[in-house]
């Protein structure tokens, strides 16, 4: 059986960016495919990570979105260790972005005018994720 080959979170984190700058532009993958000559499912690939984008493709979909090429890379750090990957909080946003519910929740809380209220819903998620970890940001 052929084994999953992790996922460099380099390229996750320029995937993640890749799909929200497209999104923020109401741009659907079909249409940034057609743009850049390739298929749906390959824009797809590299907004999951699955696929690395070659330097010619990311400054096409740099300029195509209108967007710097770093804008693609910000938020990514090296630990002491030497490890590139996203900033804490930058992992967590990119996290929740990965999902539609995780979008509508991150695009709605901010709304939520009671700071009682945001508080509540904050602590019920917090009770309902994984029992006895208690993460704070």
């Known amino acids: ?3 999953k080959k992790p ?5 996750e984190h320029v995937g993640t960016r890749l799909r929200a700058r497209r999104k923020a532009l109401k741009m659907n993958q079909a249409a940034l ?4 000559g390739l ?6 690939r590299y907004e999951h990570g699955l696929c690395r984008m070659s330097a010619a493709t990311l400054y096409k979909v740099a300029v195509l979105l209108d967007a710097p090429v770093a804008y693609f890379f910000e938020g990514l750090r090296q630990s002491p260790e030497g490890e590139i990957a996203p900033a804490r909080v930058e992992a967590l946003s990119l996290e929740l972005a990965r999902t539609r519910d995780g979008r509508t929740v991150a695009a709605m809380f901010p709304r939520i005018g009671d700071r009682d209220v945001r508080s509540a819903i904050a ?7 994984t029992p006895g970890v208690t993460e704070q940001v």
């Open 1 to 3: 059986m052929r084994q």
């Open 7 to 11: 996922r460099n979170p380099i390229d």
């Open 33 to 36: 495919a057609r743009e850049l």
């Open 39 to 44: 298929t749906f499912q390959m824009v797809q």
């Open 123 to 129: 602590g019920l998620v917090r009770a309902m994720a």
